[in-house]
């Protein structure tokens, strides 16, 4: 699968000044991570799930009972291809002791292998058993044979392209946790602005009534001023008359 050149800016000058703002500040941009890996990883479901389509289109149907051995031999070949990439890397980098303990397992599993493999060719004819029965790699969209030997095996699960997929799909998992926490994050902080905000416009208008209340207080007092005011000159121009 060719992807072809990268659209993005590849700077390590950038990368470097992106971590240090990101620790003072979130930037958001794991959102953004995350929507590319997703669509990224749904490009190559897809393709997993059309190539088990053609598949079962296109090999010859067999019972379940069949279909399990064969499963069980295909399980066992990844088994061995994984081991085999592990040893080769253990043994790039030095570790020569490890890379043999490995190698000693790769036996034990070939063991169990070659056993399934009786198992699944005495279950069906022999002109059928020699047709390469096929599987579709759930990690990178790959073909896989149930008589591929080890180098293919080595060749595959230590290549580029299956160790890629799996790096992205380890890093879309750890993306999504962080994705979740800056949501949670933005959430909460959201609410404690709108309670603030909340509490702000509530003081506000305790304010406003309590000076709505004052000048109410005022006006009555002003007006009960007036009234004793009035009801005074008034008694006194009655007395004035009298006298």
Known sequence: MDLG???????????????IASKERDL?????????????????????ELAKKRLAETQEEISAEVAAKAEKVHELNEEIGKLLAKAEQLGAEGNVDEAQKVLQEVEKVRTRKKDAEEEYRNSMPASSFQQQKLR????????LGLHDNDRRLADHFGGKLHLGFIQIREKLDQLKVHAFWISS????RSRSRDRRRRRSRSSSRDRRRSRSRSRDRKRRHRSRSRSRSRGHRHSHEQSSRHK
């Open 5 to 19: 050149e990268c659209t993005k800016i590849h700077d390590l000058a950038l990368r470097a000044d992106y971590e």
């Open 28 to 48: 958001f941009f794991e959102l953004d991570a995350v929507d590319h890996l997703e669509t990224f990883i749904a490009d190559c479901d897809r393709r997993t």
């Open 185 to 188: 994050c933005v959430y909460f």
């Open 136 to 143: 579709v790699c759930e990690v990178c969209s790959a073909y």
